[in-house]
């Protein structure tokens, strides 16, 4: 599955997130804003390292705060 294009939009419009970003979310089993919601930014950025087999993810605060932006995105959303 992936992100509804609404969903994608929406996070697109987040600085630092990007197509890249959101496959990754995708590629972990995250694909939409009801299972975002649910993750915390540790969680993301760990199953992605793991995944990629690098720390990259882990380490990185751009990383970080884009995962922080879509989950609180995603936060919102539940509240409309």
């Known amino acids: 599955m992936a992100f509804s294009k609404q969903e994608t939009t929406q996070l697109l419009a987040l600085k630092g997130v990007g197509p890249t970003v959101i496959q990754r979310l995708?590629?972990?089993?995250?694909?939409?804003?009801?299972?975002l919601r649910t993750y915390s930014v540790d969680e993301v950025v760990e199953t992605v390292a793991d995944k990629l087999r690098t720390s990259c993810w882990k380490n990185s605060p751009q990383a970080r705060a884009a995962v922080a932006a879509a989950i609180e995105l995603a936060g919102q959303e539940s509240h409309v």
């Open 26 to 35: 995708e590629e972990i089993g995250i694909d939409s804003f009801d299972v």
